[in-house]
T-cell receptor
Framework: KAGVTQTPRYLIKTRGQQVTLSCSPI?????VSWYQQTPGQGLQFLFE???????NKGNFPGRFSGRQFSNSRSEMNVSTLELGDSALYLC????????????FGDGTRLSIL | DAKTTQPPSMDCAEGRAANLPCNHS???????VYWYRQIHSQGPQYIIH???NNETNEMASLIITEDRKSSTLILPHATLRDTAVYYC?????????????FGKGTRLSVIA
């Protein structure tokens, strides 16, 4: 069974630009969660989508947004990029029911110049 | 904030068992204990989870104390590829999909 696929693996942007990251979940998984990982703050939850609806949201500004498509694939968008948005962005998928573990992709490393 | 406390680092000799402790003294009755690990430059990898009974799978064993205030992840025969940061996470069991709250984890170094 294929794992969680994130594209692209690496991305370089400049301040003020916007970026879209993509995540393809494990087949049959309906929940997709996004996390940000930085050396200073560690792994932090951004948001979770289930059946095309945002079900949970972390404490991030509105510049961070996401969506999920009918095939469960998800995208996240960051607008007006800041230097502090440089991070590893991780996507995790799960069946979406109680207690089921989340399985992570290897992330997109975003660098802001 | 993370509800768990883990030692920042541990060493283990290759071929020996690695025992990683985790304290979760404020755990509630409806919260599970999850373990993930993150090898450098990769996403976190799910290892195992449990509620109150000990659990074992092909990767590891999870021992939860009777009062559920602490647990130990056991890698029975550590290899160099087990060098990683190990995260112990307490997560409520509800009808939704509660986010994972990561702490700083334990950096395990397996030494040849």
């Amino acid at each position: 069974k294929a794992g969680v696929t994130q594209t692209p693996r690496y991305l370089i942007k400049t301040r003020g630009q916007q970026v879209t990251l993509s995540c393809s979940p494990i087949s049959g998984h309906r929940s997709v969660s996004w996390y940000q990982q930085t050396p200073g703050q560690g792994l932090q939850f951004l948001f979770e989508y289930f059946s095309e609806t945002q079900r949970n949201k972390g404490n991030f500004p509105g510049r961070f947004s996401g969506r999920q498509f009918s095939n469960s694939r998800s995208e996240m968008n960051v607008s007006t990029l800041e230097l502090g948005d440089s991070a590893l962005y991780l996507c995790a998928s799960s069946v979406g029911q109680t207690n089921q573990p989340q399985h992570f992709g290897d992330g997109t490393r975003l660098s802001i110049l | 904030d993370a509800k768990t406390t883990q030692p920042p680092s541990m060493d283990c000799a290759e071929g020996r068992a690695a025992n990683l402790p985790c304290n979760h003294s404020t755990i509630s009755g409806n919260e599970y204990v999850y373990w993930y690990r993150q090898i450098h430059s990769q996403g976190p990898q799910y290892i195992i989870h449990g509620l109150k009974n000990n659990e074992t799978n092909e990767m590891a064993s999870l021992i939860i104390t009777e009062d559920r205030k602490s647990s130990t992840l056991i890698l029975p025969h550590a290899t160099l590829r087990d060098t990683a940061v190990y995260y112990c996470i307490v997560r409520v069991a509800d009808s939704g999909n509660t986010p994972l709250v990561f702490g700083k984890g334990t950096r395990l170094s397996v030494i040849a």
